[in-house]
């Protein structure tokens, strides 16, 4: 990595460490002069744009500006901990760091790393793998530790915590929150969990956030995840909204709730519960046993796609679709080239989505691992098709993965019934077949794309 963007790194970093310390707790009266301080540190060129969209919506107080001053309400120590953490550690430091090593190792490095703490789980949901396994498998504490240790050798400081239910380990994932107190820690969970000693524990550490899977209103939600769990996710949301905790939602959407998950009253019901952002994730049909009548239609997923990118303009809230937003970070984002994930056996593999791998934590240091012949495909692979609405190599390319595990000799980590790349190529051909054309129609129409548009 170039030395001056090393220095442009430092120098952001030290202004946005002063500028929060000087903006206190309020925004509307300090936000403009936060954005002041940081132009006397730094150069006018540098991050431009987010910073001139940043004070845009300053001074419109426009649905960003109604975001950025929910959080100012945050629990002060949990709001400073967390932007510095993330903006600072993660975003610069740690970005500056990833780019150095990856450029010198000429492999993929990863901004976040998805583990998996233990395979058991309280829930039974339609369409998980997880449930399936028990308690069974965990990694340790100590191996934990090291995987969080290696990642910040590597410049990654930002770890989503997986599984099974992360929350069954709680009292060891505040104790990793503790000790590697410059890092940011999210937890996907189904919320059931959570309670008041837990609320102020998270409190202390500052540095852990909730993402709570949520599939829609109580009949959409509680089909896949079993009678009373919505009334129970409700309550959770209220208890981190009063004792002012940031929390988000994690939904994976389907040919079942496609309509729900991407309706105004759903959104403004998730803000009002106090929610800051929402993660939409494609259902994908992995496992032996996995449904493909849940996969969405082409004209839902279409649908999907147009609400979330409205809501972006209207809604106090950020919204990530993570396979039709391909667009905007250039594909397929795993592999390590922005994540990767470790299961509860300390496999190593490219997403949560694609269980195959060819390294172990307990065999190979994560460098090692990123630098593996399955890795090492996704690195020379990336981006796995020209149009970005078409990004994943198992769900839009299946020809894609088969051929990387093919030709890696990853082998199938599913804990109950392994399975192919060919075998689940059989259950996702189908879909891309379907989605292909709208695809490539959709993809015409966008900026990004740089064919020759229609006539």
Known sequence: MKATE?????????????????????????GIKMLDLIDKFVSPEWFKTARG???????????????????????KNVRNTLLKNFLVNSALVGSARQAEISEKEDCNVPWAML??????????????????????LNLSFDELDSIVSQGKELGTYMYLFTGGEPMVRKDDIIKLCKKHNDCAFVSFTNGTLIDEAFVEKMKEVGNFVPAISLEGFEEANDFRRGNGVYGKVRHTMKLLKDNGLPFGISTCYTSKNAED???????????????????????????????????????????????????????????????????????????????????????????????????????KTILEALKSPLFMAYHRMQPFNENMLRPCPMLENPEKLVKMQAESGAHSTEYESPESAVD?????????????????ELWQQSPRCKCKKNA
Request: negative net charge.
């Open 53 to 75: 969209l940043i004070r845009e919506s300053l001074e419109k107080k426009d649905n960003w500006y109604q975001l950025m001053d929910r959080m100012w309400h945050l629990d």
């Open 261 to 363: 998950i991407s309706s105004d009253d759903f959104f403004d019901m998730i803000i009002e519960q106090g929610a800051y952002f929402i993660w939409l994730f494609h259902y994908m049909p992995v496992g032996a046993g996995a449904v493909t009548d849940l996969l969405p239609t082409p004209e839902q997923r279409e649908h999907l796609m147009h609400k979330i990118r409205e809501f972006r303009k209207t809604k106090a809230i950020f919204s990530i679709d993570f396979q039709n937003d391909a667009e905007y970070v250039g594909g397929c984002v795993a592999g390590g080239r922005k994540y990767l994930h470790i299961n509860a056996k300390g496999d190593i593999e490219p997403c949560a989505f694609i269980h195959y791998s060819d390294s172990n934590i307990r065999e």
């Open 115 to 136: 583990v998996d703490p233990t395979s058991a789980c309280n829930l039974h949901c339609t369409g998980c793998w997880a449930a399936e396994y028990g308690n069974r």
């Open 424 to 440: 689940l190529s059989k259950k996702t051909v189908p879909y891309a077949e379907r989605w292909t054309p709208k695809a490539d």
């Open 6 to 30: 090393r220095v442009k790194a430092a120098a952001l970093s030290a202004a946005i460490s002063s500028a929060i310390a000087y903006l206190g707790d309020d925004l509307e009266q300090n």
